[in-house]
């Protein structure tokens, strides 16, 4: 049974443990590998190539030249593919590139990956991976502490889903999470080291070793991250222009209040332009009644200041008319 040493995650002192050969001690099949990684590949494939044929391609359906007598070949439209802008033989067209591989195979393929990893020294343990709050320096802190190949890309596998781990090596760009419900033998080779918790090989040798997975206790809840600490935003200085602007615009408001006469509304409707002869109390009421006092106005004069509306312009230039005659 292969030893590996066991890092601790607080940089205490590191102790070794066995794991089972059936898992991480067999011979790789080169063949199966390349088979699960070229069925993988082709499993990322959208599949929504497309050209177009002779029937799909927008030109003239007009005959080329007459059929005879021309000295050259014949020749139909312009769609046929020996054309410059005619369609394609044999192009590609939407399909499905999904390849099939058995449960089985698949099983062997990721015990063979192990298996190489461990064999060439690639595989390395740590006792535990936990995170309170997301910290891309912490983890790379840990990372350096394992192996001294900063270079090297890394493939962080734990038991179960962490958000904190899964957010602080997102902005490490050789870095890529997994857990042992989604590993597979692409991202163990592509790699070029593997970083294991104890609980995450443990949870491996049960499910494609020899062992009960159901004996084991289930993965760890994920640990629920503190709260981002409250920033308190500086107060938003305003400009002098906007100051005297708004203090003008109160002083206005205050003036206007103490013009009006006692009862009546205040609103915050903008002041109409008023004719000269309309009283103060007439300027005060709402829009409706400033209405009616106007005609009301416009009346008692008899029709002959130009400032009264124009209704009541009209209506004393009839009245004017009916006396006359």
Do not use: C
Request: a positive charge.
């Amino acid at each position: 049974m292969p030893e590996l040493s066991v890092h601790s995650a607080k940089g205490g002192a590191a102790s070794t443990v066995s794991l089972q050969d059936s898992v991480f001690g067999v011979e790789a099949n080169d063949a199966l590998l390349h088979q699960a990684i070229v069925r993988q590949m082709a499993d990322r494939r959208q599949g929504t190539h497309d050209s177009q044929t002779r029937a799909e391609v927008s030109r003239t359906t007009k005959k080329v030249w007459r059929q005879k007598g021309t000295g050259r070949a014949r020749q139909g439209s312009r769609k046929g593919p020996h054309w410059t802008g005619g369609g394609v033989v044999f192009g590609p067209h939407p399909r499905s590139h999904r390849l099939d591989l058995p449960k089985k195979m698949r099983a062997a393929a990721i015990r063979g990956a192990l298996s190489a990893k461990a064999a060439a020294g690639e595989l390395l343990l740590i006792d535990e991976l936990s995170m309170r709050r997301p910290s891309t320096k912490e983890l790379a802190q840990l990372l350096g502490q394992l192996d001294r190949q900063q270079a090297a890309s890394t493939l962080l596998m734990t038991d179960g889903p962490q958000r904190a781990v899964q957010l602080s090596a997102r902005n490490l760009s050789r870095v890529t999470t997994a857990t042992t419900q989604n590993v597979n033998a692409y991202d163990l080779l592509r790699h070029q080291r593997v970083v294991l918790t104890v609980a995450a090989a443990r949870r491996l040798e049960a499910r494609y070793g020899e062992g009960d997975e159901s004996a084991l206790p289930a993965p760890a809840a994920d640990i629920e991250m503190e709260p981002r600490p409250v920033v308190e935003l500086a107060p938003v200085r305003r400009s002098t222009a906007s100051k005297t602007a708004s203090k003008s615009a109160t002083s206005a408001r205050k003036s206007a209040a103490k013009a009006a006469p006692e009862g009546a509304e205040a609103t915050d409707a903008p002041v109409e332009a008023m004719p000269a002869g309309v009283p103060a109390e007439v300027a005060a009421k709402p829009r409706r009644a400033r209405s009616a006092a106007k005609a009301s106005t416009a009346k008692a004069s008899g029709g002959d200041s130009e400032e009264a509306p124009k209704p009541a312009r009209k209506r004393a230039a009839k009245s004017a008319t009916k006396t006359e005659e």
